[in-house]
């Protein structure tokens, strides 16, 4: 990846969102319990979205900065990284899904 147009801090620590020259985003988050099951990428184009990773387990990605934002809404897909200290514990492909309002999906 070759651009780094986002690090921003979740609720349970720090989280990168990278963009390489195809336009391709890789969000970096660290390792989890549990796999991904059926995973989604939830985003409406403002400063906060959800990566559903399964039902036990979502991260809440918050403060996403403007350079970031344009980005995240053009993909139909994102890679996700998992990092356990300095290692990849997993990766994988997250469809993106755009919605009106993400409180209203939420609620």
Same mark, same amino acid.
């Given at each position: 990846?070759?651009k780094n147009i986002n690090i921003n801090?979740?609720?349970?620590?720090?989280?990168?969102?990278?963009? /390489? *020259? +195809?336009?391709?985003?890789?969000?970096?988050?660290?390792?989890? &319990?549990?796999?991904?099951? /059926?995973?989604?990428?939830?985003?409406?184009?403002?400063?906060? *979205? @959800?990566?559903? &990773? %399964?039902?036990? %387990? %979502? !991260?809440?990605?918050? /403060?996403?900065?403007?350079? *970031?934002?344009?980005?995240?809404?053009?993909?139909?897909?994102? @890679? !996700? *990284?998992?990092?356990?200290?300095?290692?990849? +514990?997993?990766?994988? @492909?997250?469809?993106v899904r755009i919605v009106r309002n993400?409180? +209203? !999906?939420? %609620?």
């Amino acid at each position: 990846m070759d651009k780094n147009i986002n690090i921003n801090e979740d609720t349970e620590g720090t989280y990168d969102i990278l963009q /390489n *020259a +195809a336009g391709e985003i890789l969000i970096i988050i660290k390792h989890r &319990r549990g796999g991904p099951e /059926n995973p989604r990428f939830v985003y409406d184009g403002g400063e906060t *979205a @959800l990566l559903y &990773r %399964s039902r036990e %387990s %979502s !991260v809440f990605l918050g /403060n996403i900065t403007d350079d *970031a934002r344009s980005p995240l809404k053009i993909v139909d897909e994102i @890679l !996700v *990284a998992e990092i356990d200290g300095d290692e990849v +514990a997993r990766e994988y @492909l997250v469809p993106v899904r755009i919605v009106r309002n993400l409180k +209203a !999906v939420l %609620s």
